[in-house]
């Protein structure tokens, strides 16, 4: 009789102390409900199954996408980025016109009436001054070039395409970082102005440009200093004299070594 107790669900078997009848209690009314609650977490759970089954198809094609898409990205970055030769020239076309211009700036400063100095922002407002001269000059070596946007865009890997360049150079050249404010002294003004020329002439190394093929290039045009003209002895042509005034010639850039 003691197993009978177990045969009744929800209810069970009341025996009275002193023996009888034995009376059977009903069944719990919470038993249903907690039943009834499983069966719909059961049913929500079959549910959730079939709704991801049925998502998964669009969820690996959407990964897919999303990965070929980050690949075609990867892929532009680095073809925008990737020093091809067209892209090596062009830095060295316009490095070795920031170099042209660093010396014509250089010798103003030095050789023009007021180009430079305290002076100078006054005297820059009058056209065909020597200030006015070295204020366009030094906006056309601060303005941005070939090399200068490749820098930009490189500036994400933190790597330096261009060595023996610097990272003081990469700033420098990326965002302008030095002074050349034609209002101070001579001295300061020049030596702001071989600081860019120095930053130039290493990115020229660093885009395969040849250490003869940039003075040769600066003799032609007269702005070879000594130093750089006993270098070329032996073959090159002899220094052009150049007037102060006189129309400075033209490189044919594409006559340059690669």
């Known amino acids: 009789m003691g197993a009978f107790d177990d045969l009744i669900p929800g209810g069970g078997a009341k025996r009275p102390q002193g023996g009888g009848v034995v009376q059977i209690a009903g069944p719990d009314p919470k038993l249903a409900g907690q039943m009834h609650g499983q069966a719909l977490n059961n049913q929500q759970t079959q549910q ?78 009058i056209g065909g001054t020597p200030a006015r001269s070295a204020q366009a000059m030094a906006d056309t070596l601060k303005s941005g070039g070939a090399l200068s946007e490749i820098l930009k865009m490189t500036a994400a890997t933190g790597k330096n395409p261009f060595t023996p360049m610097s990272n003081s150079d990469v700033d420098l050249i990326s965002r302008n970082l030095a002074n050349l404010d034609i209002g101070q002294s001579d001295a300061d003004f020049q030596r702001q102005v071989g600081t860019y020329e120095g930053a130039y002439r290493r990115a020229w190394k660093g885009a395969k440009g040849s250490d003869r093929a940039l003075i040769d290039a600066l003799n032609k045009l007269g702005l070879a200093n000594p130093q750089e003209r006993q270098m070329l002895q032996g073959g090159a042509r002899p220094a052009p004299t150049q007037q102060p005034h006189q129309q400075p010639r033209v490189i044919d850039f594409n006559d340059l070594p690669e």
């Open 48 to 125: 959730g199954i079939n709704r991801q089954d049925q998502l998964t198809p669009w969820q690996i094609r959407a990964a897919k996408a999303q990965a070929l898409k980050s690949e075609a990205e990867l892929a532009q970055a680095h073809a925008s980025t990737a020093l091809t030769p067209d892209k090596l020239k062009a830095v060295r076309v316009d490095a070795l016109n920031k170099i042209i211009t660093a010396r014509r700036l250089a010798n103003q400063s030095r050789d023009g009436w007021f180009a430079t100095g305290f002076l100078a922002p006054t005297a820059a407002k």
